[in-house]
């Protein structure tokens, strides 16, 4: 399936960021590191955090047939608002 566009999350402090890594692990997901890629069920997403700028930007590289790559890009973005909200 083809990728989404980078999603880019303005004013994500370094704390926010950890407790997004925070949730990604606690779904199985790895987020270790500012920069990488990790799977998980098909999904591929890629993530770079600049601490200096404090800037998140997601991207969504590949879905499996049966998930669309826009229903990856509405949950990255209501679990970035979600946790932007809760702090």
């Known amino acids: 399936m ?3 566009a980078p999603q880019v999350f303005p004013g994500i402090s370094p704390q926010q960021f950890a407790e997004l890594t925070a ?3 606690a779904a199985g997901i790895d987020l270790s590191g500012n920069n990488g890629a990790a799977s998980k069920f098909g999904v591929e997403v890629a993530w ?3 601490p200096d700028k404090q800037e998140l930007t997601l991207q969504c590289l590949r879905t ?3 998930v669309s790559a826009e229903d990856v890009d509405a949950k990255l973005q ?3 608002k979600e946790t932007l909200a809760g702090s």
């Open 2 to 4: 083809a990728q989404c």
């Open 23 to 25: 949730k990604a692990k």
């Open 48 to 50: 770079s955090y600049a």
């Open 64 to 66: 499996p047939f049966f």
């Open 78 to 80: 209501s679990l970035v």
